[in-house]
């Protein structure tokens, strides 16, 4: 029978990361300047980034070299291992071979680590004290705070109100780490101040605490702002994913017809799907890419293409993403990573050119998935991730009916073990599948400015 496992040794830990911007087939708009909406230069940024993540951020260089100490502490758990679910294709009965790439191997379990180690490293070479943050679920913040506490940084996470209230052990994780966590919206910030004026019992968003993590940034000078997903720098440093996969692939013999990756500011499935979409613009491959995102965040499926901020409180860069419009706040589901407004530029460009194709789930049918893989495969998944089980699974179904021995790749981008509230809620039948209509989307894309 053939191996289930592939795994690389660390020698095989990627030496640069892949920038994809050079090879796409069309030009990515530039940032707007959120006061003037001209383009943003590299000014614009110097008060939340260090020189190095700007530089990172607008190169057109196709390979960034990874310095070698981060590539050292990469060594902790990379490479990250790939395995064949033999065990899932069974229960499918489906001739189609699924495989995963797990980076729920990292410290804080799961892919953020990736950029986190990099964005701490380049902090500290720039004499940053402190670098601050926002979180959703918490991957992203037990991340950096793991890296700043590694590399001997102070840490501030601004974690959004829900998450903080479903999810204290990722709360306590940080704090371990040494990181100083707020819920948020806070009373720290004037942001969370006028939210909190408006609607003192407010869940929180992404948007939100992200605007209070630039404001504490911005207001003391020893320290910078860490952003987990969308901007180009981030998915640049989670190509490391895709790299390895692609070396994994040739060790199983195969080559994938789809990969599928859960999307919610874009960074995990741009790691594992940039170096194939470079295959297909480049190589000459074929294969299908497959963003899967909420149904109660729906922004590449529902969302428009214009210029947004980043953040609720309109202090970021205007980009041309897939929007929700910044004012609005998703629901709480579980899958707190993937409750943002916005998508990565990038991201949102290949979808609007037709490069990536992107699907909806509500979150009772990806619980439901989640549950079959941890049953079959023995890995209880990140809500988060179970939206992308849940399109591989349908994705298998498909090739049983026509009858085809499809190659299926997905990125299992962390592990659930902080989530097991979320897997009783679903057990005990108390999820709720929520849905935006047309009519409320626009309204809170109406308040876009232009």
């Not at 992203?140 to 590694?150: E, K, Y």
Request: include cysteine.
């Amino acid at each position: 029978m053939e191996p289930r496992k592939f795994p690389l040794d660390e020698k095989a830990i990627p030496e640069s990361w892949y920038n994809i911007v050079p090879d796409l087939p069309f030009g990515l708009e530039p940032p707007l300047n959120p006061a003037t909406r001209e383009p943003a230069g590299p000014g614009d940024f110097a008060p939340i980034f260090p020189e190095e993540i700007i530089r990172q951020e607008v190169t057109t260089d196709r390979y960034v070299p990874i310095p070698e100490e981060v590539r050292e502490t990469y060594a902790l758990w990379r490479p990250t291992p790939l395995f064949r679910a033999r065990r899932l294709e069974k229960a499918l009965g489906t001739p189609a071979h699924i495989y995963y790439k797990y980076e729920g191997t990292s410290p804080s379990g799961s892919h953020k680590p990736n950029t986190a180690v990099p964005q701490a490293f380049y902090n500290k070479q720039e004499g940053v004290r402190r670098l601050t943050t926002e979180t959703g679920a918490g991957q992203w913040g037990s991340s950096l705070s793991f890296a700043c506490g590694a590399l001997g940084l102070e840490c501030t996470v601004y974690m959004v109100r829900v998450s903080y209230d479903q999810k204290p052990y990722r709360r306590i994780m940080m704090q371990t780490y040494g990181a100083t966590v707020h819920a948020s919206p806070s009373d720290l910030t004037q942001a969370g101040r006028d939210v909190l004026a408006a609607d003192p019992e407010s869940s929180g968003s992404l948007g939100i605490a992200i605007s209070e993590a630039v404001e504490d940034a911005v207001k003391h000078d020893d320290a910078k702002y860490a952003l987990g997903s969308v901007l180009n720098h981030v998915l640049m440093h989670q190509t490391v994913i895709g790299e390895e996969a692609l070396k994994q692939m040739e060790l199983a013999g195969e080559y994938p017809d789809v990969v599928v990756g859960c999307v919610g500011g874009g960074s995990n499935f741009g790691g594992v799907a940039f170096p194939f979409i470079r295959e297909n613009l480049k190589g000459g491959k074929d294969t299908r890419i497959v963003a899967v995102e909420p149904a109660s965040c729906p922004t590449l499926t529902k969302g428009r293409y214009v210029y947004d901020f980043g953040d609720t409180a309109a202090t970021t860069p205007m980009m041309k993403m897939y929007t929700l419009g910044h004012s609005f706040v998703p629901s709480g589901i579980h899958a707190g990573g993937l409750r943002y407004h916005g998508d990565s530029p990038i991201v949102s460009a290949l979808v609007h050119e037709g490069l990536v194709e992107a699907r909806a789930y509500p979150q009772n049918p990806t619980f439901e998935a989640g549950v079959m893989f941890a049953r079959t495969e023995g890995i209880l998944p990140a809500p988060e991730v179970t939206h992308a089980i849940k399109a591989t699974i349908d994705l298998a179904l498909e090739a049983k009916e026509a009858g085809e021995e499809k190659v299926i790749l997905f990125n299992l981008c962390g592990h659930g073990h902080f989530d097991l509230a979320a897997y009783e809620a679903y057990m005990a039948g108390r999820l709720v599948d929520l849905e935006y209509s047309e009519e409320e989307i626009d309204r809170a894309v109406a308040q876009i400015p232009g």
